[in-house]
């Protein structure tokens, strides 16, 4: 354990440099975090109704593994960032996501078009289902099919 310890010790000349890092501060809730960013960037809407929206997504070099596909990862984020969007309400935070199952059906390549379904299953008090298909837009083949569960406390309604 003291080995481990030392190796993750700073050395004067790391610790100054890490000193003169300046991080700046995110408004959450008033701009997108470097996450969001990275994750999302590059979706679009292609259609929205109350409880359902489909989007377009192009897979991007930066969220695939070491074979050229789209990393599970990237697509358990999708699902939920797809899942959390028919749920979410103006002014009120974010609801937490508390139960996600996603079976990976097929692979997505650099490049591959995706169309991504997001449909509300539900609501009883805090709790909402979503359910959210990917599908390759050239193909037809479905990628990922996931079921997502969502919960915001009954008093952050009340804000």
Request: neutral net charge; glycine residues 8%; contains cysteine.
């Amino acid at each position: 354990m003291e080995d481990a310890k030392k190796c993750l010790e700073l050395t004067p000349e790391e610790s100054e440099a890490v000193s003169r890092v300046v991080v700046p501060e995110i408004r959450v809730g008033k701009e997108p975090s470097l996450y969001d960013l990275f994750a999302t960037t590059g979706i679009r809407v292609d259609q929205v109704e109350p409880g359902f929206a489909v989007c377009s997504f192009k897979v991007p070099p930066r969220l695939t593994d070491k074979d050229g596909n789209l990393s599970n990862g990237a697509i358990a984020n999708l699902v939920d960032v797809a899942g959390a969007s028919l749920i979410y309400v103006k002014g009120l935070p974010m609801n937490v996501s508390v139960d996600m199952s996603i079976s990976y059906v097929s692979k997505a390549k650099i490049d591959d078009e995706l169309e991504i379904t997001s449909k509300r299953l539900g609501q009883k008090g805090g709790y909402s289902g979503t359910s959210v298909l990917m599908r390759n837009k050239a193909t037809g083949e479905i990628v990922a099919e996931g079921r997502h569960s969502l919960f915001r406390s009954p008093a952050a309604s009340k804000l």
